[in-house]
């Protein structure tokens, strides 16, 4: 899951209530060789990692034991063990704040084999600090603008229409036209709107402050060259303003009741077939799959916002899963942890559930055919774009879940009437400012300064 959301997964709740999965290898496992010990933060992998555990002891001998945190426990459940004797030699990062926090614990991977397997865009997200690169994301998603392929066609035939297939929306200004024109026409068109509701209830504000907040980001830092800046300008803030806005006007739902609009009604508004475009991610395929949007009429586009260079990149990708090694394991103990990712970023067995099973879009270079990809068109609509020489775009790292709810509080004033653009940019930049500073107060460091990678 991302850091900030809220996924609905019926699976996830019934994990929620948490247990812990432990392989101690039985009587295949052979001491002289090491173990692994992995602390897993994403529980609903918990029963697929276990298999694998358990299956790799008896291919190896090698002891693995794998412990999956109880749903909100992740944080303080790392913090236990590696407090112990015999502590995890591998557990998750999240975000920024997880990897400050334990940076002391972390080894640097940068020169083993499993780091230099990592693709590009696996090693640009891989969590720096000085000449060194401390973590392997493992699970990919992309973010973008989901839109109905029927819908829009159908509208594209229409004698008012200012497109002649889906294929014509290839920049901000023709999407602004398109779902303005959808949303004149919306009754002929027997449809309740062109967007999905803006939801801003805390089950859905992430889509607006970590997703769409992350956008005006990304171009301020391709203009400075460098990938964090303690300080920010909001130079394409107004960028962000006019498509809130367009969704704003052109969604079922008055201004006013955002808030009580959640997650699952604004997913459900995009799966029955309501409206034709819903900015969100791949992950949303979970709930849209099996309604009334069939898997061919699934199509993303990237999250344009109308700014200048915007055309050059694909959707959003975002990377908020990776493995570490514990730096004060043995030596004998870290061979045998790189070993065992080695082995799951390899094998066809791993490969297969990772991608397959786990449903993770994986970024090593081993995965890079599509017999290893998961089965889901809303990831193979984003990696298209790549295909076409347009290269994902970055989700930065933001600075903490308070300033999330700032932004979101401010959005929800300004939608309603009740305060102006202005709290939404104050939230955004002063925010930004006083959230890193307090960050650097509370765990000691401030993320890497890199040059842009255009």
Known sequence: MRSGTKKFIAAALSLGMGITLAACGGSSADPSKGHV????????????????????????????????AAAGSYDSTLTSELSKSEAPTMFTIGGYDQFA???????????????????????????????????????????????????????????????????????????????????KHKDDLGIKAAFATPALDSSASYRYTTHMGRIPLFY????????????????????????????????????????????????????????????????????????????????????WLGIPGED????????????????????????????????????????????KEMGFSVPFTTFDNNKYQPANPLTTAARAYAKEGKPSAQSFTVPSQQWQDNLANALTEYAQGTGTWSKFESAYVDGWQKEWQNNQKVLGMLPQVEPFSK
Request: glycine share 6%; charged share 25%.
């Open 37 to 68: 010990y992995l602390v897993n933060g994403k529980q609903e992998i918990g029963d697929q990692l276990q298999k694998l555990a358990d299956d790799y002891t008896k291919q190896t001998g090698v002891e693995v034991q794998v412990n999956t």
């Open 220 to 303: 301020e830092y391709r203009d400075a060259n460098v990938t964090f800046a303690p300080e920010l300008k909001g130079t394409y803030l107004k960028n962000y303003k006019d498509m809130f806005d367009l969704q704003l006007k052109n969604n079922p739902t008055p201004s006013t009741m955002l808030t009580s609009k959640s997650y699952d009604d604004v997913t459900s508004e995009f799966a029955l077939g309501d409206v034709a475009f819903y900015p969100n991610g791949v992950w949303a395929y979970g709930q849209i799959k099996d309604n009334n949007v069939s898997d061919s009429d699934l199509g993303m586009l990237p999250y």
């Open 101 to 183: 926090k334990y940076k002391k614990y972390l080894t640097n991977l940068k020169d083993t084999d499993v780091y230099k397997l990592l693709n590009k865009e696996g090693q640009a997200n891989s969590h720096k600090d000085a000449d060194g690169a401390y973590t392997l994301p493992y699970a990919g998603e992309w973010y973008g603008i989901i839109y109905n392929k029927k819908i829009v066609n159908e509208y594209a035939k229409k004698p008012y229409a200012v497109i002649k297939s889906d294929k014509d929306i290839k920049d901000y200004d023709t999407l602004k036209s398109v779902a303005q024109d959808m949303q």
């Open 312 to 355: 050059k990149y694909g959707p959003f990708s975002i990377y908020d899963a990776s493995w570490a090694v514990n730096q004060k394991a043995s030596k004998q103990d870290q061979k045998a942890t790189l070993d065992f990712i080695k082995w799951l970023v390899t094998s066809d067995e791993g490969k297969e559930a990772l991608s």
